[in-house]
């Protein structure tokens, strides 16, 4: 099955409110697991946060590592709103830095990080080479990567398939959504090209579920 694009920002205040209040609980507590697995050590420093959505995730880390402060940008005005809003009691307000961006333009300048995270970001790009291009710029020699994201069904049929196994019990607007973003994800094979194509061989990809792929290492 071919890749069909969809569109790269969620501005939908109604599409933005579902996403912020589904349950991905259990979901992103194995994502940060996923990540101390992969990098125990990583746990203190900074971090940017590329496609931070309404914000769960790098509030997460904070609450788990007292030793992290994140930089986390989002494209989606709609997405840092709701984000802000869940930082102003989180606990961690001082270690967290709401920014809405556009990848690669909008980037921090002149700062580099210890930790490269991103989370379901690069199905949203027409042109995945965007978030390639912000990796080299904002890692140095050293620099911890974690590019997770979903992975391209062969068929309509395996996708439609995916959303009733998972997202059953989600609003509409999310069941949509996750089937439209698994029609625009990448198949492994295509992730690995855009490395070699970035000189960034040295980061792996792996598969690691039936619907994620994962790309990991350091710069």
């Given amino acids: 099955m071919d890749r069909i694009p969809e569109p790269e920002i969620m501005d939908?205040?109604?599409?933005?409110?579902?996403?912020?209040?589904?349950?991905?609980?259990?979901?992103?507590?194995?994502?940060?697991?996923?990540?101390?697995?992969?990098f125990p050590e990583a746990v203190?420093?900074?971090?940017?946060?590329?496609?931070?959505?309404?914000?769960?995730?790098?509030?997460?880390?904070?609450?788990?590592?007292?030793?992290?402060?994140?930089?986390?940008?989002?494209?989606?005005p709609a997405m840092i709103e709701l984000a802000r809003q869940a930082l102003e009691d989180s606990g961690v307000a001082d270690r967290i830095r709401f920014m809405t961006g556009y990848i690669p333009d909008d980037l921090p300048p002149g700062r580099t990080f210890d930790v490269i995270f991103s989370n379901s970001l690069l199905h949203h790009l027409h042109d995945p080479s965007v978030i390639w291009k912000s990796v080299r710029a904002l890692g140095s020699p050293g620099t911890a990567v974690f590019v997770m994201d979903l992975m391209r069904p062969e068929s309509q049929q395996a996708a439609a398939d995916l959303v009733e196994i998972y997202s059953a019990d989600e609003p509409e607007v999310l069941k949509v959504d996750f089937f439209?973003?698994?029609?625009?994800?990448?198949?492994?094979?295509?992730?690995?090209?855009?490395?070699e194509q970035a000189d960034?061989?040295?980061?792996?990809?792996?598969?690691?579920?039936?619907?994620?792929?994962?790309?990991?290492?350091?710069?």
């Fill in 12 to 38: 939908g205040l109604d599409q933005s409110m579902a996403y912020a209040n589904a349950d991905f609980e259990e979901v992103n507590t194995s994502i940060i697991e996923r990540f101390t697995g992969c």
């Fill in 44 to 76: 203190q420093g900074n971090m940017v946060d590329l496609g931070c959505g309404p914000g769960d995730i790098p509030i997460r880390f904070c609450r788990r590592f007292g030793g992290l402060e994140i930089v986390a940008i989002d494209g989606s």
């Fill in 180 to 195: 439209n973003s698994l029609l625009a994800a990448f198949r492994p094979e295509e992730v690995e090209a855009q490395l």
């Fill in 200 to 219: 960034l061989s040295q980061l792996q990809c792996k598969v690691i579920s039936d619907r994620h792929l994962l790309v990991t290492g350091r710069l």
